[in-house]
């Protein structure tokens, strides 16, 4: 293969009669600066057509180009024994037993979704289910991760509301379960809501496939729904900050239609699996251009489409239109030209049209042609990989250090009692149950945790083990101290896993953050990045791939920075699971890990006592990796009857939570408990509500209790015997001489109905039912 | 080995999970594609849930239109046992197999959770197996599952004894328990009047399996076979 010079592409490419010449003001339009469109203008050594600065402005967006994330996310651990696909691809690979593979990757849909939160919910489901199976997975579960502003504002629940639903309809149409997630409200995200989806598909490694175009002549086949006009520069919007004018963005938001969908995983992996094709890779973002440009560039060749023959929707659609357009449900196939028919037969059987569109060429160049004339010619690895990468100014702003300083709220609290209740109350940590229940979390019969729990778990069938996965940020705990903020997500999302019995293998994730160009923004951006590579070195779960999403800013100004992070683990018998809620009266209750008592950052100084601030606990990677170790062998050698995860809230909000229960238990257990020497020198306020990690509340029958005890000091994990699960519906917490005491009922009612009466959901169970 | 026909529609989404718990409770099951216009000597016919073509214009509109089902009509007709879960029962009711129509839930939203339901009928080829009355927990996912029917209709299914499931009632300690879609009579199965058609919208096919924590839907793979075959096998009582 040779890669030409500069010369051959001068020539080429021409513009079409009636086309906008290009103009500084047309360059600015397409959002690229000068040095950008100076390198342009170099690497082709002449004027770029309207169609290639559009196909230009497309992959040197920030969506498709990371050009001022590259160089941090290089720093992230991406390798181990485990690991079958790196970052790089639609999505990660990590290895399971018996020949299985697990595939998996987080995507963020937030700026569709602020416009449009239905469709921008939606199609954020199928771009990243069309990613896991593109691999060659069959898509097994979501997960999703949420951010709003505060309830009490209507626009925020509309957001709420039709983010939730977009979700739904698409995942329950696909049938694919949803297994977890987490939804948190601040003022922060209002006006610029996240929409972060997750999804993991199973495959046998050997039938993993790459998107790297290969194989000169090998015919490329546009498969799936017609190309309409919708979703042009959708990679472009989500690389700007949101402002009024985005409303008018909505018709850059794309209609999702999960039907199609199914048809095209259903299709897509009947293709991979009968080896009927060389390469696949879904048209997500900047469709066309980026699907066939990433394509050959990975691959080292060329390709060359002729626009003329994509099947659209349209009538005069331009090639402009055609490449940028991110009409959903659509996939790009390479296959070699004596499989073409048998592709198409496939295709056929699932109703969908497979059309030729173009074919692999050996001159590097990526070309496109609209009814034989060329209308693009750029080098194609060029394309894909001189984008110019930035390094920004990092600068912690004064503001953010001062606020980490501040270490009391001005008001002590005096009922602590009541403090709980409130905490509980709070949408943050009160029960999703409202937006679980609107997802199918049981289809394809595999669920063996369902959501509401630490993490999801499901069974792989045939085999005897299982996959748990979680997904966690405190955005909160980033917005203070970024780089302990990171840490704390993935040491949560590991102790999330590792409760269930599973051990963490690795981790996808979505870096939400505002306009990387302000200092103090790619600050944080650089230190959560700093602190994810830390505690996933530190646990040997690497980062097999994720998303950056930037310019989260409305005119409110900049989100919290969200570092969400996609956890996935290893329960090697599916049979040892262990659930996060107390089982049975007379089990005993342990507090694994200790505690410092420090309120910095905590959610009770932020909703008990109206103040953000202070110093969060130091996150201590080495006893999260002992905890975490611990667990997985208690699991296995069935010491457990529960484990629940010590986090936002801290100790009393977990012990209430595996007190109450599930939603669909009769009704809650209680609990007698006597913490008075599990931390003598913390005050009562820190005992209760500071939020240290590595600690769990665990539950185990009487006669396990000195086996896990012992196994605990093996592990060198700090255990505390704190007392009984009962069966009486009391929670009783004696620190010295105080004893609180809550209603389990209680403290059930303000957990299950805080979303439901804020989002005055019509109680349908209770008024059919009496 | 009873042959159990799994019929799928583009769209079909619990097609496996039917497949397997036939399979796991002594069937000799295989896919039937919508366009086949042959059950190739089925014993048993299962329509899954999911999402048949999309659920457009309304849910089981457009399957009922499908070739095959001009086979399973007359698979139904001959006495052969079918079955409709969820969307399957969208179907049957489309395709007048089975009387009345499923709307959207009154709540309006896609509604997934495991209920308790009460087995109302036993004499019907999917629910021999069961003592009468027994209470399943069994999973429900759907948003277009509110029973509705004429009042001379629901007359006649309750005299008829052709209400196969029913939803149990909320009790002041398990609020979130019972009918989860505003239901008529909380009704979530019926029958035909010969006992040899049955839709229902909970899903069995996720309640057949010790490890997923629910075993009571394993009755309705296991009737139509036993049932056929020998009358005296134990009766699942629930759980």
Redesign the interface.
């Known amino acids: 293969m040779t890669v030409p010079g500069i010369d051959s592409a001068v020539t080429e490419a021409v513009s079409l009669p009636g086309e906008r010449p290009v103009t500084p003001e047309v360059v600015r339009e397409h959002n690229l600066n000068e040095l950008e469109y100076g390198r342009i203008v170099e690497l082709l050594g002449r004027t770029p057509t309207l169609t290639e600065l559009g196909v230009f402005s497309a992959l040197w967006s920030e969506h498709c180009s990371y050009k001022h994330s590259k160089l941090v996310l290089k720093t992230f651990p991406t390798s181990g024994p485990q690991v079958v696909q790196g970052p790089g691809e639609n999505a990660g690979v990590l290895r399971l037993p018996d020949g299985w593979a697990v595939a998996f990757k987080i995507e963020s849909h937030n700026h569709p979704s602020a416009v449009e939160p239905y469709q921008g919910a939606a199609t954020g489901v199928g771009g990243i289910l069309r990613d896991v199976f593109t691999m060659g997975a069959r898509p097994v579960a979501l997960l999703n991760s949420l951010r709003f502003g505060p309830l009490e504002h209507p626009r925020n629940r509309y957001l709420f509301a039709g983010v939730v639903r977009g979700i739904g309809d698409y995942g329950n149409c696909v049938g694919v379960p949803t297994l977890g997630g987490e939804v948190n409200f601040a003022q922060g995200y209002t006006g610029n809501p996240l929409v972060n989806a997750m999804c993991v598909g199973l495959l046998r490694e050997s039938d993993l496939i790459r998107a790297a175009a290969q194989g000169v002549g090998n015919v490329l086949l546009c498969v799936g729904a017609r190309t309409g006009r919708d979703g042009i520069h959708g990679a472009s919007f989500a690389s700007e900050e949101l402002s009024e004018k985005s409303e008018s963005r909505r018709p850059q938001v794309q209609v999702g239609d999960p039907f199609t969908e199914k048809l095209l995983l259903e299709a897509s992996l009947e293709l991979i699996t009968g080896r009927l094709i060389v390469a696949i890779q879904d048209m997500g973002a900047a469709g066309l251009t980026s699907s066939s440009a990433e394509m050959a560039a990975r691959g080292g060749v060329g390709v060359e489409l002729d626009t003329g023959l994509v099947p659209t929707r349209e009538e005069g659609m331009t090639p402009y239109e055609i490449l940028l357009s991110e009409s959903q449900e659509r996939m790009l196939v390479v296959a070699e030209p004596s499989r073409v028919r048998e592709v198409q037969a496939v295709c056929a059987k699932w109703e969908l049209d497979a059309t030729p569109i173009g074919h692999v060429t050996d001159d590097g160049i990526f070309r496109v042609r609209h009814h034989g004339q060329t209308v693009v010619a750029i080098p194609g690895q060029r394309l894909v990989e001189d984008c110019p990468l930035y390094q920004p100014e990092a600068r912690e702003s004064d503001e953010a250090r001062q606020r980490r300083a501040t270490v009391d709220p001005q008001e002590p609290v005096v009922d602590l009692e009541g403090a709980l209740e409130m905490l509980l109350g709070h949408p943050d940590i009160a029960s999703k149950r409202w937006v679980y229940e609107q997802y199918d979390s049981t289809v394809q019969a595999a669920t063996v945790i369902p959501p509401g729990s630490d993490a999801g778990v499901i069974r792989v069938a045939g085999t005897d083990f299982g996959l748990a996965m979680a997904i966690d940020c405190n955005a909160r705990l980033v917005a203070l101290d970024s780089y302990e903020g990171a840490k704390a997500a993935v040491a949560e999302a590991a102790r999330n896993v590792a409760a269930t019995g599973a051990k963490p293998l690795g981790i996808t994730n979505c870096l939400n953050f505002g306009n990387p160009e302000r200092p103090e923004v790619f600050f944080q951006f650089r230190e959560a990045c700093r602190g994810i590579a830390d505690a996933c070195r530190a646990f040997g779960t690497p980062v097999t791939g994720g998303n950056v999403s930037f310019y989260n800013e409305s005119p409110n100004g900049a989100i919290d920075p969200t570092p969400t992070i996609g956890m996935v683990g290893l329960l090697s018998r599916i049979e040892d699971r262990v659930v996060s809620y107390f089982d049975a009266p007379q089990d005993e209750v342990f507090i694994l890990g200790q505690t410092s008592g420090i309120l910095g950052g905590s959610a009770y100084w932020a909703e008990v006592c109206d103040f953000v601030g202070g110093d969060q606990p130091a996150v201590d990677l080495d006893a999260e990796l002992r905890l975490q170790r611990f667990l997985v062998a208690a699991a296995e050698q069935k010491l457990l009857r529960s484990a629940h995860d010590c986090s936002e809230g801290g100790l009393a909000v977990a012990l209430a939570e595996a007190v109450i229960g599930g939603p669909y238990v009769p009704g809650s257990l209680g609990a007698s408990l006597d913490l008075t020497g599990y931390a003598p020198d913390v005050p009562m306020d820190g005992l209760l509500y500071g939020e240290d990690g590595a600690r769990v509340v665990v539950s185990c029958s009487q006669a396990a209790a000195r086996p896990l005890i012992a196994l605990a000091d093996r592990h060198g994990v700090p255990v505390f015997r704190a007392g009984l699960v009962e069966s009486a519906g009391t929670l009783e917490l004696q620190v010295g001489p105080h004893l609180f005491s809550w209603s389990t009922d209680a403290l059930r009612r303000i957990y299950f109905d805080a979303i439901p009466r804020r989002m005055q959901h019509p109680d349908v169970d209770r008024a059919a039912g009496e | 080995m009873p042959r159990v026909a799994v019929v799928r529609f583009?769209?079909s989404?619990?097609d496996?999970?039917t497949l397997?718990?036939a399979e796991r409770y002594g069937g000799e099951a295989y896919f039937v594609w919508h366009r086949d216009v042959d059950l190739r000597g089925a014993d048993i016919v299962i329509l899954p849930?999911?999402?048949s073509?999309?659920?457009?214009l309304r849910s089981g509109a457009i399957a009922r239109f499908s070739p095959v089902m001009q086979a399973v009509r007359r698979h139904a007709a001959d006495g052969g046992p079918v079955l409709g879960i969820c969307n399957g029962f969208q179907i049957l009711c489309e395709a007048h197999l089975l009387p009345g129509a499923l709307l959207r839930?009154?709540?309006?939203?896609?509604?997934?959770?495991?209920v308790d339901v009460t087995v109302e009928q036993i004499d019907t080829a999917f629910t021999c197996d069961y003592e009468p009355g027994a209470r399943l927990r069994l999973?429900v996912?759907h948003?277009e599952g509110r029973f509705v029917a004429s009042e001379d209709t629901l007359r006649l299914l309750e005299a008829e004894g052709r209400v196969v499931l029913r939803?149990v009632?909320?009790?002041e300690?398990?609020?979130?328990?019972?009918?989860?879609?505003?239901?008529a009579n909380?009704i979530a199965g019926i029958c035909n009047a010969a006992g040899n058609i049955v839709g229902i919208m909970p899903?069995p096919?996720?309640a057949?399996?010790r490890?997923?924590?629910l075993t009571g839907g394993a009755g309705f793979f296991t009737s139509p076979i036993s049932c056929h075959e020998d009358s005296s096998q134990p009766k699942v009582s629930g759980q």
């Open positions: 583009p769209g989404n619990c496996f999970d397997r718990a849930g999911g999402f073509y999309g659920d457009y839930n009154a709540g309006l939203t896609f509604v997934s959770k495991p999973p996912a948003g939803y009632a909320a009790t300690r398990s609020p979130f328990q019972p009918n989860p879609n505003g239901s909380h899903h096919e996720r057949a399996d490890i997923l924590g």
